[in-house]
């Protein structure tokens, strides 16, 4: 079946400094999403990424799509407190609509 | 608008016994999806109905099922609890059916089997 690998687990940086999550699938998508959870929230759409090497950007976050659509980044340059949480992506079968989720890259930063 | 809401937020249950939970999605979403959340498995999906109908199903026992009613309200049932059980279980509702359509989460019932 579809697997989606986030990588790293965890990510500990000084606020300031940049960080960057990876997602790999093991299939072609139609699209990924990636959403944010903060401690003891619910997880929150960011944005979709649907087209080969489509590049977002969301104030100090970069998106972006792989040409081969199975792999995908967010960048946060610069990172604040407020970024504190949990980044998920969340990449959709090309074939059979399934919406398979990473297991997140839980991010802290020290101010 | 109202966001998503799930009920109840917390549930203690004992092994063996059952459990419902429910969901409203966003007035106007269509779709259900339901995702178990663990510190070690992070999201699994469950299920997702679209219009009353179980249009995709993730890798969980027969124990878990649900079902979505007219308006769009969903619940899951979760039979003979098993300690492993215990988890965050989210909701999530959407305009579409699966791919294209962004999730929007409840804040989620937090069961523990003891």
């Known amino acids: 079946g579809q697997q989606v690998m986030q990588i790293p687990q965890y990510q500990h940086v000084q606020e300031g400094e940049d960080f960057t999550t990876y997602c790999n699938s093991s299939t072609t998508l139609s699209n990924i999403q990636w959403y944010k959870q903060r401690p003891g929230g619910h997880p929150v759409f960011l944005i979709q990424l649907v087209k080969s090497g489509e590049v977002k950007k969301q104030k100090r976050l970069t998106f972006q799509f792989g040409e081969a659509k199975k792999n995908s980044s967010l960048h946060i340059t610069a990172t604040q407190t407020t970024d504190v949480g949990t980044y998920f992506c969340?990449?959709?079968?090309?074939?059979?609509?399934?919406?398979?989720f990473g297991a997140g890259t839980r991010l802290t930063v020290k101010p | 608008k109202a966001g998503v809401t799930q009920t109840p937020r917390y549930l203690i249950k004992t092994r063996g016994q059952q459990v419902t939970l429910s969901c409203s999605p966003i007035s106007g979403h269509r779709s259900v999806s339901w995702y178990q959340q663990t510190p070690g498995q992070g999201l699994q999906f469950l299920f997702e109905y679209f219009s009353e109908t179980q249009r995709n199903k993730g890798n969980f026992p027969g124990r878990f099922s649900g079902r979505q009613f007219s308006n769009s309200r969903s619940e899951m049932n979760v039979s003979t609890l098993e300690l492993g059980d215990s988890a965050l279980y989210l909701c999530a509702s959407s305009l579409g059916s699966g791919s294209h359509s962004p999730l929007h989460f409840g804040n989620g019932t937090r069961l523990t089997v003891t």
């Open positions: 969340a990449g959709n079968n090309r074939n059979n609509n399934d919406m398979r």
